[in-house]
């Protein structure tokens, strides 16, 4: 009965956390749409939009929030450099993954269908 209690407790504890070995899904996914609607009105780059191939600056936040979201989603730390150059297509790939990592996690309008 002890152990029971203290499984719950701690479940409870995670979710209403929402942090699990140092990840978290709503900061995670704040940071996502934030960087979303960067792209959507195009100040990921330092001039606006770039030629999918080629490198450009990417803007102080831009390069911020990909930091975090990186550190929170790779065991390694970073899947995608987070200097100031990138390409448009880097970028999106890395929105895409982190989309696509954080359709794992179920959430309460997908738990009532």
Do not use: C
């Amino acid at each position: 009965m002890e152990n029971e209690l203290r499984l719950e407790f701690g479940m409870n504890l995670l979710l209403k956390d929402d942090v699990v070995n140092g990840f978290s899904y709503s900061f995670s996914l704040a940071l996502l749409k934030k960087l979303q609607q960067l792209k959507k009105d195009n100040k990921l780059f330092w001039n606006g939009n770039i030629d999918p191939t080629q490198e450009g600056a990417i803007t102080d936040m831009a390069a911020t929030i990909m930091g975090h979201l990186s550190g929170q989603i790779s065991r390694h730390g970073h899947v995608l450099r987070t200097d100031s150059s990138q390409s448009s297509n880097q970028v999106n790939a890395f929105i895409l993954f982190v989309e696509e990592f954080l359709a794992i996690f179920p959430t309460k309008a997908k738990k009532t269908k």
